[in-house]
């Protein structure tokens, strides 16, 4: 196979771009070159997409078999590289996000979708990868819409699993929210890049939710990898929904991966996962997605030749925080978060059901 990844230097396009030279695949990626290089046997084009003639003489003239694009900018941007491509790629397959549904409606692939124009450039995140996604389809109808939740694992560039690893590598007692058996829902990097190329590869298309099944694993087995992993005295230190909420803790931001279960937030980490895993998701265990992130954040793997700033020891270690969390799409829906977490804490004040999602 052919492969054009658009990027390819951060956290999914990377898994993306490592996955398909696993698989012997030819890859090309087009990028800035400005988050980082991609690795030796992939033919790098470089150019700013945002500007449709660089975009244009980049890509000159060559087909591809498939195309994967991680874009979470502004929707015109994706539908211009689609454009640009049609005629020229046989698949399309688009990185999205469940953040495209309707907020509190989403039960499957089914459920409501925001609005989205196809050539907007700005807006509020669920609106900007919708707007892509519509894009994307316009030019390739049969395009592969990978609506990812919570994704995790090395190099990830947001801050959640390695904000839990550094916070718990600090050993004593760790506040852990919530109840340890509370199902998590969310997609090892590789896992994603992996049910990708497989999907492309037969000709899947439509959108899909790829994520684990709820319950995969719970919070308890995700901090407790994450003590075994660094080898950590942390002392997971167990609160209920109420105090956290009294004592002003965020939910995904403040502690990331956590939700309340009820109010605004029920539901969200209960997505349906049949056609994800009818499609051929396999996840691994959770354990290995934590030992592995644990494992480059210590490597000097970050380090290496193709270390990107998003990797670099300075700033993941920055942005496992809040405010480290400013910069691309994973903030930008965090922030959209935050927004419903007020409204959740004054419902939770006035013990209103208001806002309350499916069985909320
Ligand atoms: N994190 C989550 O939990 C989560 C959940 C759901 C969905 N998602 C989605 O997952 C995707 C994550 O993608 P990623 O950032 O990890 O992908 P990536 O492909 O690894 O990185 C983004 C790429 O875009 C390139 N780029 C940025 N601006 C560019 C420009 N103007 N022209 C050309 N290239 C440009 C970057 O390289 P240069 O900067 O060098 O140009 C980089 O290679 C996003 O679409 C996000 O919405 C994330």
């Known amino acids: 196979m052919r492969l054009l990844v658009l990027g390819g230097t951060r956290f999914v396009g990377r898994a993306v771009v490592a996955e398909a030279l696993a698989r012997g695949w030819e890859v090309t990626a087009l990028h800035r070159g400005i988050t980082g290089r ?7 084009l470089l150019a700013d997409r945002t500007t449709p003639a660089a975009l244009s003489d980049a890509l000159g003239s060559e087909t591809w078999d498939a195309v994967v694009d991680t874009w ?19 698949r399309f397959g688009y990185v999205s996000s469940g953040s495209v549904y309707v907020w509190g409606e989403h039960v499957d692939e089914g459920s409501p979708v925001v609005d989205g124009d196809a050539h907007d450039v700005d807006g509020p995140y669920p609106a900007l990868k919708r707007g892509a996604e519509v894009g994307v389809v316009e030019t390739f109808p049969g395009a592969l819409l990978a609506r990812a939740g919570l994704i995790l694992g090395p190099w990830e560039d947001i801050g959640r699993l390695p904000w839990w690893l550094d916070r718990i590598a600090h050993g004593g007692r760790v506040v852990a929210p919530g109840r340890p058996d509370r199902p998590l829902q969310y997609v090892d990097v590789r896992d994603l890049a992996s ?14 939710d790829v994520v684990s099944r709820s319950g995969h694993a719970t919070t308890g087995e995700l901090l ?3 003590v075994a992993a660094t080898g950590s005295d942390a002392d997971l230190v167990w609160l209920d929904e109420a105090t956290l909420a009294a004592a002003g803790a965020e939910p995904w931001t403040h502690l990331p991966c956590w939700v309340p279960e009820s109010g605004e937030f029920a539901g969200f980490l209960e997505a349906d996962t ?9 996840c691994r265990p959770v354990a290995e997605t934590v030992v592995d992130t644990w494992q480059w ?5 970050r380090r290496g030749p193709t270390a990107t700033s ?15 969390e400013q910069r691309d799409a994973g903030e930008v829906r965090a922030a959209h978060h935050r927004t419903r977490y007020v409204k959740w804490r004054r419902g939770a004040r006035r013990g209103s059901t208001a806002g309350r999602r499916r069985g909320g």
């Open 274 to 282: 049949t056609r994800a895993a009818r499609t051929g998701l396999v």
């Open 224 to 226: 407790e990898a994450c």
């Open 195 to 208: 049910w990708l190329l497989s999907g492309l590869d037969v000709g899947l298309g439509g959108a899909v």
């Open 297 to 301: 954040m210590t490597s000097d793997r």
């Open 72 to 90: 979470s900018g502004a929707p015109c941007v994706a539908t211009e590289a689609a454009r640009a491509l049609v005629g020229r790629a046989d």
């Open 38 to 44: 991609t690795p030796a046997g992939v033919r790098e």
């Open 310 to 324: 998003t990797g670099s020891p300075q700033m993941w270690s920055g942005r496992c925080s809040p405010a480290g």
